[in-house]
């Protein structure tokens, strides 16, 4: 089945404590892309990947980290989570940046 | 940096009712457009999406969409909704950076909460 997956669904954790949230997509698609999702700013870009060799920043890249070393996988690293670093992050995939961006289920973090 | 407008906020309709959701981007070139939704609990899936051609783009679940360019607008719109709807609507669109060439970004909207009453 074609899809995105992201581990771990859900993570409470503490402050300064460093994660990573993987994601991984078996579509062989070239464009993958981290997302937050906070009520009332709909969703925002925190980076992206163009390709395995090009990577950018989205609107939101502060506290962030990523590494494209394959194709398929777009771990985020939170190198020192912060309280405001608490929402709903979605990983997604496409075959190019123009084409429709495949979703995963989202990893809901809480910062305390 | 480009911006997604969606005007509404909450949108609460009655079954039956017909549907239009606002949205303006600011891109002045071309662009890719897109509509998403998002079922209470679930991950964002696609409506529909507008690349080139006819304007007026139809999707699943009896949505279409109409891109004016002259308005910078991509409205979507359902002409009876059910109770199947109630979900989170996001207009999304897909432009070049202002950094360095070759860079594209998708840029969604703050997204419109429809209800629909049975």
């Known amino acids: 089945e074609a899809q995105v997956t992201q581990n771990p669904r859900y993570l409470i954790t503490v402050t300064g404590k460093k994660l990573t949230v993987t994601c991984s997509q078996n579509m062989n698609h070239e464009y993958m892309s981290w997302y937050r999702q906070d009520p009332g700013l709909g969703l925002r870009q925190i980076y992206y990947s163009m390709n395995v060799e090009v990577t950018d920043k989205g609107d939101v890249p502060e506290g962030y980290k990523v590494s494209r070393k394959e194709k398929r996988n777009f771990p985020l690293i939170l190198e020192s989570p912060s309280p405001n670093q608490t929402s709903l992050y979605f990983c997604?995939?496409?075959?190019?940046?123009?084409?429709?961006?495949?979703f995963g289920p989202g990893t809901r973090l809480t910062v305390l | 940096a480009q911006s997604v407008s969606q005007h509404n906020h909450h949108v609460i309709l009655s079954e039956a009712a017909s549907l239009e959701l606002g949205c303006n981007y600011s891109?002045?070139?071309?662009?890719?457009l897109f509509w998403y939704v998002q079922y209470p609990g679930q991950h964002l899936q696609l409506l529909l999406k507008?690349?080139?051609?006819?304007?007026l783009v139809k999707g699943i679940k009896g949505f279409e969409a109409e891109f004016i360019k002259s308005k910078f607008s991509f409205n979507l719109r359902k002409p009876s909704v059910q109770w199947s709807d109630t979900a989170e609507y996001f207009c999304?669109?897909?432009?070049?950076?202002?950094?360095?060439?070759?860079?594209?970004?998708?840029?969604f909207g703050k997204g419109t909460k429809l209800s629909v009453i049975p």
């Open positions: 999304a669109v897909n432009a070049p950076k202002n950094s360095g060439a070759g860079s594209y970004q998708l840029t």
């Open positions: 507008y690349f080139s051609g006819d304007p």
């Open positions: 891109y002045g070139g071309t662009v890719n």
């Open positions: 997604a995939s496409s075959l190019d940046w123009r084409d429709t961006q495949y």
